[in-house]
């Protein structure tokens, strides 16, 4: 049992204490077309007004007396201590395929930088040119792509805090990214939790980013303390699934002893659940229509602790009915992205108006461009604070995806 545990997230809608952000940096303008669709972006967001769109985003919660704090700025604190950076960069630099002199050299430009301005250029991507190899092979010169100006990709993906670990009870599973360009956003989340004096030794770790199998934050949602709704999806697989309901329906440390695992479409414009269903009251939820078929039905697969700890699955395919079963409600209210309709609802979905930050019952923050789903959610009687989203939504994530909750209050 942890003592002092440094994450406390038991649902989706407890009011928000302490979130988890990525301010936008200087990885966003090293998007080229060339390389836009494997950095999992569809645009070049103009860099100035996304940033100033993200401290708008980060005042509206600090408004709300919710603590903001900055994953590059717990990876400076870890990196400080010389030994973790060396551990840090062999990692880093061995799961990009560099090894013996190319790591050295590498290393060698790297350790010239500040501890800030490293982490800066981590995100932002290493420059081919700034490495003088003095014995280079055919990688250290062409890499994969001949094409390629960065030795190490940027990751402009990294202002979606919520995805490459997922916080849930005392605990979070630190998760093995499907697409490159992401992983080692989770390398970095692994440094934190292991040395950053706020968590080390103060968090469980159901899952880590060596278990052999996708799985991706967006996909993974706290309906309440002791159930999760988990999407099969692009990005996360049925095996991690099967292995997180493993692990947390025997720890001791766990109180989850059931799993939805939801499966939606597996493409680009819903890579992730939270982009179609999100959780906005005790008994209210957005949904895009999109992810089920004429019938209405969906394949789902619920997920129970057996006696003894063992997975017992049931399927079902009404969404509503299985969502009021698992959290034992009379009835519940889902609110349709775009109203249903068949331009609006697409394009809202699009621009991630079904993906709400809930930072309280009833309460939630989302861009402003989706109008439809805005009004329609106040008409439900939810309270919307409503965020710029010109460039932040061209990386395909809304408030929720921007945001990695490690506190909130217990309903
Ligand atoms: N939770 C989310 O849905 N995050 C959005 C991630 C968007 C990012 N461009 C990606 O494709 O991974």
């Known amino acids: 049992m942890i003592k002092n545990p440094a994450i406390q997230v038991n649902s989706e809608i407890g009011t928000l204490k302490t979130v988890l952000l990525h301010r936008p940096g200087a990885e966003i303008e090293n998007i080229t077309p060339d390389t836009m669709e494997r950095l999992l972006f569809d645009d070049i967001p103009f860099l100035k007004n996304a940033q100033i769109e993200h401290d708008y985003f980060a005042k509206t919660l600090q408004d709300k007396g919710i603590e903001t704090v900055y994953i590059e700025q717990l990876l400076e604190d870890v990196l400080a201590d010389s030994a973790v950076k060396d551990d840090f960069l062999t990692r ?113 770790i159901w899952l880590d980013r060596n278990t052999d199998a996708r799985i991706e934050g967006g996909d993974e949602l706290v309906l309440n303390d002791h159930v999760l709704a988990v999407g099969v999806s692009q990005r996360t ?121 809930t930072i309280a019952p009833g309460e939630v923050v989302t861009y402003d461009r989706n109008y439809v789903s805005i009004k329609l959610m106040q008409e439900h009687g939810i309270k919307v604070n409503e965020i710029k989203s010109s460039e932040l939504a061209r990386g395909r994530g809304g408030g929720r995806c921007m945001s990695q909750p490690i506190w909130r209050d217990n309903l």
Do not use: C
């Not at 849930?168 to 490159?180: A, H, R, V, W």
């Not at 089920?292 to 006696?307: E, Q």
């Open 92 to 204: 880093y630099l061995n799961e990009h395929h560099y090894m013996n002199d190319a790591m050295k050299d590498i290393k060698g430009y790297l350790n010239t930088l500040s501890t800030h301005d490293l982490v800066a250029t981590i995100y932002a991507g290493v420059r081919r040119e700034l490495v003088d190899f003095k014995h280079p092979n055919l990688h250290d010169v062409a890499g994969s792509d001949a094409e390629n100006p960065f030795l190490m990709d940027p990751l402009p993906n990294a202002y979606f805090t919520r995805d490459p670990q997922a916080m849930m009870g005392s605990g979070l599973t630190i998760n093995y990214m499907t697409f490159e360009a992401r992983r080692p956003e989770s390398l970095i989340t692994e440094f934190v939790m292991k040395y950053h004096p706020r968590f080390a030794g103060n968090v469980d």
């Open 237 to 357: 697989s049925s095996r991690a699934i099967q292995a997180l309901a493993e692990e947390l329906f025997t720890n001791e440390d766990s109180n989850f002893d059931t799993i939805v695992a939801v499966e939606i479409p597996h493409n680009h414009a819903m890579m992730h659940l939270d982009t179609v269903f999100t959780m906005v009251n005790y008994d209210q939820f957005t949904v895009f229509p999109g992810i089920m078929d004429d019938d209405g039905k969906m394949n789902i697969n619920v997920l129970h602790a057996g006696d003894q700890g063992q997975v017992v699955m049931e399927h079902r395919t009404n969404l509503k009915d299985t969502l009021k079963e698992v959290l034992k409600l009379d009835d519940l209210d889902l609110i349709e992205t775009g109203d249903g309709d068949p331009i609006i609802a697409p394009r809202e979905q699009w621009n991630d108006g079904s993906n709400n930050l």
